[in-house]
């Protein structure tokens, strides 16, 4: 019984594993980091509009004329805006997004910390 | 007195947080990217609508006239409001009217302007859409107003009463 388990769970890790988890090419993965500005709340690559198949057209091209993934990313940011990226730079419209769980772990760990010290104190 | 002032913070904290999800309620959740106006026109290559001709975006935009560059095409609904609209400006003389005839069927269009007259002074053909993007569009119509090389106005979605007398004044 037991190696019939062994055996099951090797064959799901070697599945598991040589399955096509990242995506075949850079288009498709830059596509996937791409919200469609139709159907928003999709991304360029879910998306079957107008608008995200051209994106996903011009996306192959500017790739085939030697732009890196950051590039392609700058390109579009500039004629959409950040919106346009799921993964938002780091920058003054965004500060409060990327420090809020920052600060509220530090703040969390702060009261702990205090709980803490002063149960010791009471002991 | 530390009793006091935990329920005190407590209601404080609730009533912010209830205050921006409350206000964020009205909020439209659909989003409009910024119009963003003095900046450069975009190069391109495309093919001219009836002759087919490869003409480049810097020979279009090169007087000093006002461009009108509208996107269009002829499934699209809403370009048939803003037709009479465009067919108007298309008697100015300062300004000149570009169309942008975007994933398109070739008898279709020319059907479209024929059946509804032709307004443009020039047209080309964006059979993959990808010239919309290189304008920053992302649907039909849209209109552009442009005045050396530098688009003055945005306009998504179709022309209607308002925007035209906006347009009318800016082209004075």
């Known amino acids: ?123 | 007195m530390k009793t006091k002032i935990f329920p005190i913070f407590l209601i404080i904290t609730f009533s912010i947080i209830f205050y921006v999800f409350y206000k964020g309620l009205q909020n439209s959740n659909i989003y409009t990217p910024e119009i963003k106006s003095e900046i450069k026109i975009p190069s391109f290559e495309a093919k001219e609508f009836f002759s087919k001709d490869n003409v480049n975006s810097n020979q279009i935009f090169t007087g000093s006239e006002y461009y009108l560059l509208n996107i269009w095409a002829s499934w699209c609904i809403p370009c048939k409001e803003e037709h009479k609209y465009l067919m108007d400006l298309s008697k100015k003389e300062n300004i000149k009217i570009i169309g942008q005839n975007y994933k398109d069927n070739f008898v279709n269009a020319k059907n479209f302007l024929i059946k509804l007259d032709n307004p443009y002074d020039l047209i080309f053909s964006d059979n993959d859409g990808t010239i919309a993007i290189e304008w920053g569009a992302y649907g039909v119509p849209e209109s552009f107003l442009i005045k050396n090389n530098q688009i003055i106005k945005k306009i998504i979605g179709p022309l209607n009463e308002k925007l035209f007398s906006e347009i009318k004044e800016l082209t004075q």
């Open chain 1, 1 to 123: 019984m037991n190696i019939l388990k062994l055996l099951i769970t090797v064959i799901f890790l070697i599945n598991f594993f040589s399955s096509d988890l990242k995506a075949k090419n850079l288009g498709t993965e830059i596509t996937k980091n791409l919200r469609c500005l139709i159907c928003q709340g999709q991304s360029v690559y879910d998306s079957d509009s107008e608008f995200a198949n051209s994106l996903k057209i011009l996306v192959e091209k500017k790739l085939d004329d030697g732009l890196s993934e950051e590039q392609v990313y700058d390109y579009l940011k500039n004629k959409y805006g950040d919106w346009i990226l799921y993964d938002p730079g780091f920058n003054k419209n965004t500060y409060f997004l990327w420090l809020l769980p920052i600060l509220m772990f530090v703040f969390g760990g702060a009261i702990i910390l205090r709980k803490v010290i002063l149960k010791k104190k009471k002991l």
